[in-house]
DNA sequence: TTGACAATGGCACTCAGTGCCATATAATTC
DNA sequence: GAATTATATGGCACTGAGTGCCATTGTCAA
């Protein structure tokens, strides 16, 4: 399915973004209208709403892009592996794909600057959680069980990614480690 | 400060809250509209504005209440206090005050029922999980330990929540003992 | 080339959210 | 108790988000 509409449509796509993250950095997210990003993108605003649910959706459906996968790596762990395990492959999966896309780090800039864009990004967050809580449930785990790896999942992925943020590059499978062990010492005492 | 105006501020808020709840139980989330509810409190849509900053905060305005009393508790810990010991006392706190306010359960119910509303309730959620990573942070600990135990407190307080909605009520202090015993299980292992 | 199908643009509409100002009600002062 | 000052409210008007509808354009297949 690589014909010339599906291109057009990647193109398109990419021009919305493209405009919008520009205009984000520059007029900043609140001063920044639809109409405007549509315009920069050469496009009408009905197009717009065509591609992104809304301004919002900009900065989260990086995000759900990987939701996908992030779900699969789960359930693809065979019926025996420790949870640990399940996690570490998930975080370094997931990581390492989302890292790789160009436009995540001025997306995190953006949600760095405005609390707005922080929020909405924090929202998909959440929303991922849910998925991953729930993938860990189709696994035969306990909804306690569920719920907690789901947090301590998205708090690794946040938590390397903060750290991929700031330092520029960082080992994502040492990471991942780091931050199991330090959990399991924190939790450990007391 | 419990002067006319402030006992009359208290009224009206309360009316805003209980016409939403009742209208979103009935007509349903996205179907009801700020004036609806405006029409129902008996006030104008204009003052609905001036007590919720939007529709999505009449969930939202609950959780938060409660921010500042979780972050207090997580900075009162002693300094050599474990961890665990501050994330057990928070949560049981916590969980045990927003279990008291009677809206809690039907405001739950209402998140179960329409996705609109569980987002903005996850997108609550999600930023005060950043609260408390910035109390776990003002501990003095590193910022991967704040990431990490934010997010297994906001895990605790949702497992704990789902079983309290869903089992009528729950034994808060040992769902947390439960919680923390289930994290270290499956943690360990692997 | 023609006909089916998808993408786009433009229009109009509802609703969220906000600034502004006039009015009414409470608190304060004399 | 009357006058004054704050504060809460209501109404109006405006911008912007998001959506349904339809005419138009461009793409694909026969």
Redesign the interface.
């Known amino acids: 399915m690589s014909s010339l509409q599906a291109r057009k449509q990647e193109l398109v796509r990419d021009a919305i973004w493209d405009a919008a993250i520009e205009l984000f950095l520059v007029k900043g997210f609140d001063e920044t209208t639809v109409e405007d990003i549509a315009a920069g993108a050469g496009v009408s605003r009905r197009t717009f709403f065509r591609y992104f649910a809304s301004k919002n959706d900009l900065l989260g459906q990086g995000i759900m892009e990987y939701a996908g996968a992030l779900r699969e790596t789960i359930l693809a762990c065979p019926a025996g592996?420790?949870?640990?395990?399940v996690v570490r492959e998930a975080v370094s999966r997931v990581a390492a794909q989302y890292a790789a896309i160009p436009r995540t780090k001025q997306i995190m800039r953006i949600a760095e600057l405005y609390p707005a864009a922080r929020?909405a990004q924090?929202?998909r967050?959440?929303?991922l959680?849910?998925l991953v809580r729930e993938a860990f449930a189709g696994r035969g785990m306990?909804?306690?069980?569920a719920?907690?790896?789901?947090?301590?999942t998205?708090?690794?992925l946040?938590?390397i990614f903060?750290?991929w943020f700031a330092a520029g590059a960082t080992d994502i499978g040492r990471a991942v480690e780091?931050?199991?062990g330090?959990?399991?010492r924190?939790?450990?005492?007391?």
Chains 1, 2 share one sequence.
């Open positions: 592996c420790p949870a640990t395990q929020a924090l929202s967050t959440a929303e959680q849910e306990s909804g306690v069980e719920g907690l790896l789901a947090g301590v998205l708090a690794l946040s938590v903060r750290a780091e931050g199991l330090t959990l399991r924190v939790l450990g005492a007391g």
